[in-house]
């Protein structure tokens, strides 16, 4: 009998793993990840994007040690960004930025800086774009779009997951951020098993941890660079470097799986690291002047 329950015991372990394993488990991502996630990039024709331009709508400052465990009272400050993907004949954008009601709420009563003119153009830049790409369905991500004037014509260019749909719809972050039944279908809905290549060199990660829904933009840009938007699986680079999580409070308050984000962060780690990989984390507002200064990034949005 015992011997049964053991077998059953390894039967159930290993559907976990096999159930697991198309996305980050605890055992992490596969070892051919990234040559996969390569061959993906190429698998659909036409020009590569030429470079990368993003616009920061708003600020959030908060005490480094809300960012990392372990972490000073030092100030941080979290930029509240949307990135421009910049092909020669359109552009994808990877996350929509915010109006300013959902900012306040994540101001938690704190007055912090918002750029009304900034995403005004960020808006314009939606509406020329292509296709919209979201990392996760939080509101500073996704509010531009689900609260957009303009809201209809944008779903039907954005890509959600079925996973970011169904929170979205069942049990947003915040009331404002809901949609409604008839404008979910007008979206573009897709799910897939761990990549999906969605334009010439730029796939699609599934990374769920920081949310259901949430996954990293693999993009190879003409030139041979390379670059990984993990979104919010660390809010610093730092995070990634240091291998070391939000701090717990941070992590149940969001109700973040931290073994799959522990996973997440060892391997970019390592695609950084041993691939030259240019990672790019949603929030970190140092590294990102630091990447503008560097030429890698350029803080301004093309509008047609
Ligand atoms: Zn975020």
Do not use: C
């Not at 055992?27 to 590569?48: C, F, K, N, T």
């Not at 959902?102 to 009304?116: A, D, K």
């Not at 730092?238 to 073994?259: C, V």
């Not at 970019?268 to 984390?281: E, F, S, W």
């Amino acid at each position: 009998m015992k011997l049964i329950q053991n077998t059953w015991v390894i039967a159930l372990l290993s559907a976990a793993i096999i159930f697991t394993s198309s996305a980050v488990g605890a055992q992490g991502y596969a070892e051919d990840l990234l040559s996969r996630v390569r061959a993906a990039a190429s698998s659909v024709p036409g020009p590569l994007a030429e470079s990368i331009g993003f616009a920061k709508v708003a600020e959030s400052h908060r005490p480094y040690s809300d960012i990392i465990e372990g972490g000073s009272d030092e100030l941080f400050i979290s930029a509240r960004s949307a990135y421009q993907l910049r092909f020669p004949n359109g552009t994808i954008m990877l996350d929509s930025g915010m109006d300013e009601e959902v900012h306040t709420y994540y101001g938690f009563g704190r007055i912090e800086p918002y750029w009304q003119e900034t995403n005004n153009l960020l808006q314009q830049a939606l509406l020329d774009a292509q296709k919209i790409l979201i990392t996760h369905e939080h509101g500073d991500h996704v509010a531009g779009v689900v609260r957009s004037p303009n809201r209809d014509e944008l779903a039907a260019k954005t890509l959600l997951t079925e996973a970011q749909l169904e929170t979205l719809t069942m049990r947003p972050q915040l009331p404002q951020i809901q949609i409604s039944p008839e404008l979910a279908s007008k979206f573009i809905v897709l799910d897939y098993q761990d990549i999906l290549p969605v334009a010439p060199g730029i796939v699609l990660i599934k990374a769920p941890g920081h949310t259901h829904g949430h996954q990293m933009v693999y993009a190879q840009l003409s030139g041979d660079r390379e670059f990984l938007f993990i979104g919010d699986i660390g809010w610093s680079l730092d995070n990634i470097t240091k291998l070391q999580l939000r701090p717990e409070g941070t992590i149940a308050r969001i109700g973040e799986d931290p073994e799959a984000l522990m996973q997440q962060m060892i391997w970019i780690k390592d695609r950084m690291d041993q691939d030259g990989l240019i990672v790019i984390p949603s929030h970190d507002d140092l590294l990102i002047k630091r990447y503008v200064a560097e030429g890698i990034l350029e803080d301004s949005l093309v509008i047609q």
